[in-house]
């Protein structure tokens, strides 16, 4: 169901997901980073999840965006990928590659 509200555009979903391809999801993805940069979102909130462990950040606030806040979210909450992706496929979610 798509709906416009106050000029904004939201996808609800009830029940399950339907089938997304690479390209879908590469074009969401797109577009939350371009509106967050474009906002300037996470340096006005300064806030940047820091790596673990003795990785090099290579972002600045001029790249980091959405999808590498909720990649870094991700491992915030488990640090086993495996966990992660078994998480995933039991709500339903398929991955490339997931068996």
Request: glycine share 0%.
């Given at each position: 169901m798509n709906l416009l509200l106050r000029h904004r555009k939201f996808v609800l979903f009830e029940d399950s997901y339907p089938e997304f391809s690479d390209e879908m999801i590469e074009r969401a993805m797109r577009q939350m980073d371009e509106g967050y940069l474009a906002q300037d979102y996470y340096r006005k909130a300064n806030y940047m999840i820091p790596l673990k462990g003795f990785k090099e950040e290579t972002y600045t606030f001029?790249?980091?965006?959405?999808t590498e806040h909720i990649s870094r979210k991700l491992g915030l909450w488990d640090h086993s990928p495996r966990r992660i992706v078994n998480a995933l496929k039991k709500y339903g979610f398929k991955l490339p590659g997931m068996k």
């Open positions: 001029e790249t980091y965006s959405w």
